[in-house]
């Protein structure tokens, strides 16, 4: 006589299903370990989303303070003279504001010198404007530390960033000495030009390399400095929209004629720009890895407990659980580690990012050093700029590795023979 098992099959993700789920979620004595690699699972995707969304916002915040701090200075294109003095700098200047979208032509004198005071000695760039063209740099104007720039033009002062009067010990008022080497042709041979300016004012732009060797000099008083008279060493243009350049560089070309070259600020700094994109790109990788072990920690958390529940499977086989509820009970099982190890890491990431600036400065009081140098990275704090769809892409994909983890564990699980599992109990 042969007797047959009928199966009922259930509606998918049915209450018994979650209820199994979480009931194999808690602890028990005899299951302790399979809990504590089920533990390790979910701290391990936690942290990894959460190290993983905080690195692309530290990097996405260091890219965008750098292009904010270096296109906020310089120009985002320069008008160079081929084959001769640019005297004509006002006839050019004019030429480019007409083209579409360039706000503003600013003629500048720019060369390197060396810079003296009470503390010590140092090189420096020196850009020659006139007062109202430092007016429109925002990133000086905006952030004078003290003094001003009234009257700067019918003054021969000097404008310097905080960290080179730091270095130099001289505050506004006091005079510091520039020595430009290219100086006066003598028949004893070239006399440096030596010349003490006062300190009218003192600005922060918050990066270092801007703001240890910067000097603004009225633009008339570096064409006698340089021994330039009525000319100047490039006009940098500033265009309405810097990523689209490139769309109207042919425009400035055509209107600049045949001895005035034109570079933008995509030629000047892409090696810079590259180096950052690929570290980028490479970190995301390397950090992706981390939310990947702890996935297939999640692989072995689950095949233990297949193993160690084959008598509870079979029992719900022979009382008619098809082998789809099986599989789903396991799905929910280690989907569950890795959802919530991913909202939690989410929610952490968050945290860092909106605190890190404040989480930097406590590292660097307990450890007694500075962390996220200036010096080394340029700028004075440490950002974090996150990126909706990066961090989107970071929580589906750890959401879908970790579901991806647990299909061949609940497999397993839905093929196991109820006969065989009972045979030994």
């Not at 009257?151 to 505050?171: K, P, Y």
């Not at 570079?263 to 990788?285: A, G, K």
């Not at 007694?368 to 950002?383: I, N, Q, R």
Request: glycine share 8%; hydrophobic share 45%; with cysteine.
């Amino acid at each position: 006589m042969t007797s047959t098992t009928k199966t009922t099959a259930t509606a998918p993700f049915a209450s018994f299903e979650w209820m199994l789920s979480l009931r194999y979620l808690r602890a028990r004595r005899k299951e302790g370990f399979i809990s504590v690699i089920a533990g390790f699972s979910f701290l391990g995707i936690m942290l990894g989303v959460a190290t993983l969304i905080i690195v692309m916002a530290v990097m996405n915040g260091f890219r965008e303070q750098l292009y904010e701090k270096i296109l906020g200075v310089n120009g985002h294109a320069i008008v160079h003279k081929i084959g001769g003095p640019f005297t004509d700098y006002e006839v050019v200047s004019n030429q480019m504001r007409a083209v579409a979208g360039v706000k503003d032509a600013i003629p500048l004198v720019e060369g390197q010198v060396m810079v003296s005071g009470p503390g010590t000695t140092s090189g420096a760039i020196v850009r020659g404007m006139k007062a109202g063209d430092i007016e429109k740099i925002s990133l000086v104007s905006g952030n004078l530390k003290d003094g001003s720039l009234d009257n700067f033009d019918q003054s021969a002062t000097v404008a310097i960033g905080t960290r080179m009067a730091n270095s130099l010990r001289v505050t506004v008022g006091d005079r510091i000495t520039m020595i430009n080497p290219r100086g006066r042709a003598t028949v004893f041979g070239t006399k440096p030009n030596i010349k003490r300016y006062p300190v009218a004012a003192i600005f922060e732009i918050g990066m270092s390399e801007y703001d240890r060797t910067m000097v603004f000099l009225p633009l008339k008083e570096a064409q006698r400095f340089f021994n330039s008279p009525n000319a100047v060493t490039v006009v940098e243009l500033l265009v309405d929209d810097p990523q689209a350049i490139t769309d109207i560089k042919p425009a400035l070309k055509q209107a600049a004629g045949p001895t005035i070259f034109v570079s933008d600020w995509t030629e000047r700094n892409q090696s810079f720009f590259s180096v950052l994109e690929i570290e980028r790109n490479v970190m995301f990788l390397i950090l992706s890895l981390i939310v990947l072990v702890a996935t297939l920690n999640i692989i072995s958390g689950l095949m233990m407990l297949v193993k160690d529940k084959g008598r509870d499977i079979a029992i719900l086989r022979t009382m008619g659980a098809s082998k789809g509820s099986v599989m789903r009970v396991f799905l929910i099982t280690g989907a569950s580690i890795g959802v919530v190890g991913t909202i939690a890491g989410l929610i952490l990431g968050v945290v860092v990012c909106i605190n890190i600036e404040s989480i930097r400065q406590f590292i660097s009081y307990l450890t007694g050093t500075e962390v996220f140098s200036a010096e080394v990275y340029y700028l004075a704090t440490m950002p974090a700029s996150m990126n909706p769809r990066e961090t989107t892409a970071v929580v589906v994909m750890a959401m879908v590795l970790s579901v991806l983890a647990t299909i061949y564990p609940s497999w397993k699980a839905s093929r196991l023979d109820p006969v065989e599992a009972l045979r030994y109990e």
